[in-house]
């Protein structure tokens, strides 16, 4: 390979905040193994905002976890930000979920008995840091997501859109470059997605990269790439040309 093909590797490599390479998952139930995900292999760019879609069951879920090192493959290859989750340390995993990726979930994950703004604190205290160095950051997140009069407020006295206002709020603390989401609007009326889905464009707009579980297809279509999954393969992997 000459020069210029390996300088244009390096390029291509250090634009991706993702790549999959053969990433199979199996388990196993008594005696028998089910693959649920076939050997993945695809990239995600730097600010690329991708939706993944499928039938239920098809490992779309999974396929997040793993992307975020939240469980292990039983083989393939996964890079983020130019480090191979497959070889990290668990402590070495547990520090860059909580500094380097956001995760958004579909059933919110929020503490009822702390307040809209100490629950967007939490993972300070995990990571042994001082809330009061993140007073800037906290105000501007809350201004972000347009909660700043509800910072006192209980998940209980907030509807569903405003508890995952929250949650990505509290997925945003570190700065993270990389969002991935887990069916964020799947139990929200579709004003309340609307509304998640701008917060999420905006994010995008920032420069970060997102990638989203959805069985929406008017969600997934707001993307700007669609990556389809059956039978734990990509079946179809569609620019979108979308925002």
């Known amino acids: 390979m000459n020069r210029s093909a390996n300088m244009k590797n390096k390029e291509d490599t ?10 199979v998952k199996a ?4 005696n028998q193994k089910f693959e649920v995900l076939r ?3 695809f ?7 991708l939706s993944i879609m499928g039938p239920s069951g098809c490992g ?3 396929l997040l976890y793993l992307l975020g090192g939240l469980d292990k493959p039983t083989k393939g290859t996964i890079i983020l930000n130019g480090k191979d989750l497959t070889k990290m340390k668990e402590k070495d995993k547990s520090v860059m979920r909580r500094r380097e990726i956001g995760f958004v979930f579909q059933f919110y994950n929020l503490v009822p008995n702390l307040s809209v703004e ?7 205290l995990i990571d042994g840091k001082s809330p009061r160095k993140y007073k800037k950051s906290l105000n501007d997140i809350l201004d972000t997501i347009q909660m700043t009069d509800r910072r006192r407020h209980y998940p209980s006295q ?3 859109g405003q508890q995952q206002r929250v949650a990505i709020a509290r997925a945003l603390l570190f700065g993270p470059e990389i969002i991935l989401a887990d069916e964020p609007t799947g139990n929200l009326d579709s004003k309340s997605a609307e509304e998640i889905m701008e917060i999420l464009h905006e994010l995008h707009q920032s420069g970060r990269t997102i990638v989203m579980v959805t069985h929406e297809h008017e969600i997934a279509e707001q993307t700007q790439r669609i990556i389809a999954i059956r039978d ?9 040309g979308k925002r």
């Open 158 to 160: 907030l509807s569903g």
């Open 39 to 41: 050997g993945l292999t």
């Open 60 to 62: 779309k879920s999974t």
């Open 43 to 49: 990239n995600v760019k730097k600010g690329e905002f």
């Open 14 to 23: 250090n634009s991706n905040s993702l790549e999959v390479y053969n990433l």
């Open 118 to 124: 100490e629950n967007i604190l939490l993972p300070l």
């Open 27 to 30: 388990f196993k139930v008594g």
């Open 232 to 240: 734990g393969l990509v079946e179809a992997d569609n620019k979108n």
